[in-house]
């Protein structure tokens, strides 16, 4: 038997003894959206209300309320609800914008997903697995531009298993150049059982992201050939409660925007996130919401359910308020222009910054335009140092910061900092000083002058509220000009 049949097979029967109850009933999702069609202004108005009381307790919106944000007509209110997530992010999370890069290690893949630029059946697709070396390569090359955070990317293969991604951990977090390190890696790959979730844990991960791509079951089976592993709907919608049940500490969750109805894909992240908390205490580290890009050997360009710019801005600031102890990710899928009106406008709280996702297209930058040799076409191109600018000028402040991670503070320790909206006073001063290891390192001229105006911004906004926090820091600031590293709270 091959390696993916048997693996199929072992799946088959995980699925036919599932204990876990199923959260997605696709006729009470229609029912919920038929039912708040069309709500009135006032509606609107008490939820928007309900959803910035919430961001003080870290309560999640009913199923009903986010339907009803989902099915506003009027114009007018939109503006207010953009208004709402912005308030929503600050007080939960603060003014930073958390940076990480996406790291490529394995393309080839066993599944045949009709939008992936990796589907097996893709064959003008040039597959490659980073060897040792490389990987050291392109970790070095991810520090050399000052990142700290990142997250490894597999497709599904035998030979990219779990035991693979483990020892990629591994070899990752022991690159050190210069005294530097990666501080976090967090992973995106295909579901796992839990001995396997585990032996990956034992690495010291970050967050396991797994995007269920589409909630809608006759969707996700159009889109996911059922003779596949990740034809299995059950196997991946469970994914993350196996790695919670396994000890993970925090888990991502996501979808593909574009494959079915947004409006009921929201909902399907919101059914999903209740489901976490019911069963494990914990919702959601972050949610993402990749929109389809065009890739080789896809015909993306005319997806059905593809979304308008502006419906996918108003989504991101629903989501914002669905669930205000939710980190939110937008990547560089999308151009600069609109990640930028979301970095106004949504309360996106982590994006990632000088992305390439060529396999090996950190330190060889010849994979990065090729469509044959990404997943798909990536929108922003911009330099890690222009885009710390550019959040700089945004009014926010760019944070490499991994410290909640390194002191333990993850998962059901977490929560509570972020459910009592305490977690940006940990984070403002966190932020600041990995701000400024940046820019001593790593910062252009440019780069340098605008963070020198606004670190002390920020460090009186901690004057204010944490006068002895902000005594601590500019301590730590001076250690680092004389040389110090990784200082964090
Ligand atoms: N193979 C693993 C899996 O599918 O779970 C790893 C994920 S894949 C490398 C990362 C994510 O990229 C997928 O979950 C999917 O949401 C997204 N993706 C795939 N094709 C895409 C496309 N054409 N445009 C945008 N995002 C895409
Ligand atoms: Fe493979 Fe993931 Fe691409 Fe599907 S989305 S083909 S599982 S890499």
New binding site residues.
């Given amino acids: 038997m091959s390696w993916a049949s048997e693996r199929y097979e072992r799946i088959l029967d995980w699925v036919s003894k599932n204990e876990y109850e199923n959260f997605i009933d696709d006729d009470k999702i229609d029912e919920i959206l038929t039912k708040t069609k069309n709500p009135s202004k006032q509606d609107v108005l008490d939820v928007i209300a309900r959803a910035k009381q919430n961001a003080l307790s870290g309560t999640m919106l009913s199923p009903i309320d986010v339907a009803v944000l989902l099915n506003n007509t009027h114009d007018e209110l939109w503006d207010e609800i953009f208004k709402a997530a912005s308030y929503v992010k600050e007080e939960v999370y603060g003014n930073r914008m958390v940076l990480f890069s996406p790291l490529y290690v394995a393309s080839p ?1 066993v ?1 045949n ?1 009709k ?4 589907a097996t059946s893709n064959t003008a697709h040039e597959q490659k697995i980073l060897s040792d070396n490389e990987l050291v390569d392109e970790i070095n090359a991810v520090l050399d531009m000052g990142q700290k955070r990142i997250i490894a ?4 293969h035998p030979k990219s298993d779990y035991k693979f991604i483990a020892d990629s951990v591994r070899k990752i977090y022991s690159v050190k150049k210069n005294n530097l390190s990666i501080r976090r890696v967090n992973i ?3 579901p796992m059982f839990e001995d396997e979730y585990q032996h990956v844990h034992k690495q010291g991960i970050g967050t396991f992201q ?2 269920q ?1 589409t909630y809608h079951r006759q969707t996700y089976a159009k889109y996911h050939p059922k003779n596949t592993l ?1 034809g299995i709907y059950d196997w991946r919608v469970f994914g993350l409660h196996r790695a919670l049940k396994a000890g993970l500490d925090d888990v991502a969750i ?1 979808v ?1 925007f574009g494959l079915y109805d947004y409006k009921f894909e929201v909902l399907g992240l919101l059914y999903h996130a209740m489901s976490l908390e019911a069963t494990f205490g914990i919702g959601p580290h972050t949610i993402s919401f ?4 065009k ?1 080789s050997g ?1 015909q ?1 360009d005319n997806m059905p359910y593809a979304l308008s710019d502006d419906e996918f801005l108003r989504v991101i600031a629903i989501i914002r308020l669905m669930c205000p102890f939710t980190g939110l990710i937008l990547t560089a ?1 999308e151009e600069p222009e609109i990640r930028d009106e979301a970095i106004k406008k949504c309360g996106i709280s982590q994006m990632d910054a000088g992305t390439n996702i060529g396999i090996g297209g950190y330190h060889d930058k010849s994979k990065k335009d090729e469509l044959n040799k990404v ?2 076409k990536i929108g922003d191109n911009r330099c890690i140092d222009e885009f710390v600018l550019n959040v700089m000028k945004k009014d926010k402040i760019p944070s490499f910061c991994t410290s909640c991670y390194r002191e333990g503070r993850t998962g059901e320790h977490f929560m509570p900092f972020a459910k009592n909206a305490k977690i940006k006073y940990l984070c403002l001063p966190n932020a600041i000083l990995t701000l400024k290891e940046y820019l001593l390192d790593y910062g252009s001229d440019e780069a340098k002058e605008l963070g020198d105006k606004i670190i002390p911004k920020y460090l009186s906004e901690l004057d204010e509220n944490l006068p002895h926090v902000a005594k601590k820091v500019r301590g730590l600031i001076v250690d680092m000009e004389n040389g110090a590293r990784d200082c964090h709270l």
């Fill in positions: 893949c599944n997903c939008y992936c630029g990796f990317v597999f497709g599904e995106n790959a295909a797994i995007f791509e990740k996501g593909l990749p929109r389809i890009k890739a896809t993306n899928r997943q798909f």
